[in-house]
């Protein structure tokens, strides 16, 4: 499922930026304007020297002006809007300025010289024409310039977030669904034939010796069911809520395993109404009963702690196990299962560990305190 969910992410992204938009079809069309404008004056050029109007004249001086100062300013945009608006977010508008003035200023001497070849301006007035047309160049320069620059930039910026937007409402999608992951598994193992057939007989042999506890049992098994069933447990539920499930799961197999699970729960009452992701603890605890308590003839004791320091929630299993390598842990895993709801739920700021600790096993969850 998690890989279906990637490969629809990609498909997605890859087709939104494949689909140009209107704007993407004008943009390109500016850049013929420049470039036929060149040609334009080249031809004039190839003719040799004619007479040419008033009219024409000032036509031919229009379009190689656009051809020789447009047409490297709309590549070097580019080019630098590519390399450096990311690095240089506050600066570029300063880069672009600069840019687009040295473009102005190269391309006006050299439309002045191109005058010059095909006859349009006599030879004794290069410098004239460049000090009467200079000041038009540069302020049609940096208006054309910086409000097309600046336009693109919005739109890519606009398309940007848009893909983040979708790639995001793709991943909450993604997070819901490994939670339904997380309760399918849990139910799973809930009505697991051992573990309903083990509960089961539990009770059975508590009726005639304890009927008190017989009935307790009852009730844990379907608070069990009831959480692993709820809908609407899509996001955070207050830790309080978490600790009754660990709670009701430990004293089922308690009944099962009798002096062979010994366990304690020190999390402070403070810390009761903090949000945690559901069933977090609780797989935390049910990996440890798998995979130490039910293979050992001794068993295993198992300390469940928490902390919360510095806006951070630390919640921690504790057992007298072997231990184990998160390495040999699959996606497929509870735990594998675990890490991957935390990293969509907090990024990089939620964290499964495993340590040893004083000849013990630590396997610890954090993630930020919701504010």
Known sequence: MNQEIAQSVSRNAAHQKKVPCFSDYVFRALWIVPAVALLIVLIFLAL??????????????????????????????????????????????????????????????????????????????????????????????????????????????????TLELSARQVEQER????????????????????????????IASLIPTDPQRAEDTVGRFASLLRFSLNAQHTGLVPLAQELKI??????????????????????????EAAKVPPLALQTLVENCIKHVVARRAQGASIRVAGSMEAGRIRLEVIDDGPGFSLSDLTPEHGLGNLVTRLELL???RGQLDVTREAEKTVVRISFPAES
């Open 346 to 348: 907090f990024g990089d």
């Open 246 to 271: 660990v709670r009701d799961y430990l004293e089922i197999e308690k009944t099962r395993f009798s002096e062979r699970l010994r366990f304690e729960i020190a999390i402070p009452a403070a810390m």
């Open 48 to 161: 040799g020297h004619i007479h040419l109007s008033d009219t024409l004249s000032h036509f031919l001086l229009a379009l190689g002006y656009s051809g020789c100062i447009a047409l490297p300013s709309m590549l070097l945009l580019t080019w630098v809007s590519i390399r450096y608006t990311a690095r240089f977010p506050r600066l570029i508008l300063v880069i672009r300025t600069l840019l687009l003035l040295l473009t102005a200023t190269v391309g006006a001497l050299a439309a002045g010289v191109l005058f010059q070849i095909v006859g349009i301006i006599p030879r004794g007035e290069y410098w004239g024409e460049f000090r009467s047309s200079y000041p038009f160049c540069v302020v049609i320069t940096l208006v054309i310039g910086l409000s097309i620059s600046s336009y693109e930039t919005m739109r890519y910026q606009l398309q940007e977030a």
């Open 175 to 202: 997070a819901k669904k490994l939670l339904a992951e997380a309760r399918l598994s849990s139910l799973e193992s809930r009505i697991h034939p051992h573990f309903l057939f083990n509960t089961l007989n539990s």
